[in-house]
């Protein structure tokens, strides 16, 4: 159950990713929590774009709904810091 979950999750996220990729952006997906929130990386260009919460939000999430109706939120999480 959870394993096609998240391939349903990461079949979103592919959907999205050319145009992401044309911006110099992608995308991972990190979790799944158990109250059903995706928890994604923003990597490259996406990691810093002013547009990049509304992607997550209008794109991402509304494309995850749509094949996994379930999840409840889509959330952006940072890089670790190297020190």
């Known amino acids: ?3 096609d979950l998240m391939d349903k999750v ?3 996220i592919d959907q999205l ?3 992401l990729n044309a911006d110099g952006g992608d995308m ?4 799944i929590t158990p109250e059903k929130v995706v928890k994604v990386r923003l990597l490259g ?7 990049s919460m509304m992607t997550l939000k209008a794109g991402l999430e509304d494309a995850v709904r ?5 999840i409840q939120s889509v959330e952006a999480v940072s890089l670790p810091s190297i020190a």
């Open 45 to 51: 260009a996406c990691s810093d774009c002013s547009m």
């Open 17 to 19: 990713r050319p145009f």
């Open 66 to 70: 749509k094949i996994a109706p379930e």
């Open 28 to 31: 991972e997906l990190v979790e």
């Open 1 to 3: 159950m959870e394993k």
């Open 10 to 12: 990461n079949l979103a």
